[in-house]
């Protein structure tokens, strides 16, 4: 049993004895997503296997929070549980269980290299709240710079560790907390953490990526932020932000600056360690070492319901941008991570513009729409640099009011083109349904 989890079987515990005090039933909430989810990937280029992928699912995602116990130290637990049924995935369109793979798209296999039947798990959090801050033991989702749960599929993914948060200044949030393992969005395993480059059945792995950092609201407008987080044995990264909003004479205008400095940590920073598998993709990177800075800006004018943008990021250093990746399906806090590519290769140099429309300013609430074309070049390369471009179309719409309020539909549409190493040409279709019920 892991520590972390026998921690947290203590504080259930200790909750069990203190549950019917006020605060704790009174302040606590519960719902049921039903998401249902179908994904088709066209794998245009190469000859390898799989050609096609597609697969279509039903996913339940069970969400309760509880309130405090009484007292000035007060006592919770939150838990999530995930359940994701099987419509449509044989062998042949899932291709689970191949090449050394986790999974399908959006299933675990079973042995034969068919798609499980359905897969589930349950993930508990207790939680102590001191005046303005909380600690967090057991299944985390954090959202942050450093680090951010992907929801990209049926079910979204879960870490494990425990968090630390702060508001006892004001408008500053102080964050910190350790990681341990990760369940991937296709998984009921929680696996230990890696990094692209290592990430494969006979990669290496981690058990620690430490983090911390702080928000500050230095004027309603405008937040600073700083993150640090280490991935023990692959990497050290610092990240420093700025979002500011600005209110026009017409309209307003949104700015995001983003900058990453991320070096070797451990066994990464050794030959040896490299040799041993504690390596990180990249081209001619010291066979294997993180080097990497990457910085973006993005710039948003809004008027009415139209939403324009237009970003640049640029990739310096001899690796890819690194982030925690299992190989089973991760997000990385770029502007540029998008339906299909994130334009994180080393020397990579991204520009993108963006367009999207709110129909509730013509009388339509609840329906949504956008398309962004992205375009990578100077990826670094043997023989000469590569490039690769990507364009997503979203069409969304939300029941606003009535029976069905709350009802999601959405067609996510994108095409990728590469010439990267090891990048197919793909075009994919995802369709989502979902539908959140308040049951407490």
Known sequence: MYKSTLALAVAVGVLAQQAGAAGFVEDSKASITARNFYINTDNRSGTADPSKTEEWGQGFIFNFTSGYTEGTVGFGVDAIGLLGIKLDSGRGTAYNKTNGSTGGTVFPSESNGRAVDDFGSLGLTGKVKFSKTEARLGTLMPKLPVVTYNDGRLLPQTFEGGQVTSNEIENLTLIGGKLEHAKGRNSTNNDSLSIAGANSRTGQR????????????????????????????????????????????????KSDLRYFYSDSDGKNASTEGRLAGYKASGYQNNNGEVDNRTWSAMFTYSLQGHALSAGYQRVNG????????????????????????????????????????????????????????LKGTNINAPGSDRSEWERDFSLGYVVPEGTFKGL???????SLRSDAVNQRDQDENRLILSYTLSIL
Request: charged content about 15%; hydrophobic content about 40%; cysteine-free.
């Open 408 to 414: 999601g539909l959405a067609w996510k549409n994108a």
């Open 206 to 253: 981690s058990n620690a990526f430490y983090y911390a950092g702080g928000d500050y609201k230095v004027t309603k407008d405008l937040l600073a932020q700083y993150y640090y987080g280490n991935l023990d044995d692959f990497y050290k990264q610092h990240f420093l932000g700025l979002t500011h909003n600005w209110a026009l004479p017409v309209g307003s205008l």
């Open 318 to 373: 001899t690796s890819d941008f690194p982030f925690l990746n299992q190989g089973d399906g991760a997000s990385a806090y770029l502007i540029t991570d998008r339906q299909i590519g994130k334009f994180q290769r080393a020397g990579e140099r991204t520009w993108l513009a963006q367009y999207a429309y709110d129909f509730a300013a013509v009388g339509l609430p609840g329906l949504t729409t956008s398309v962004v074309y």
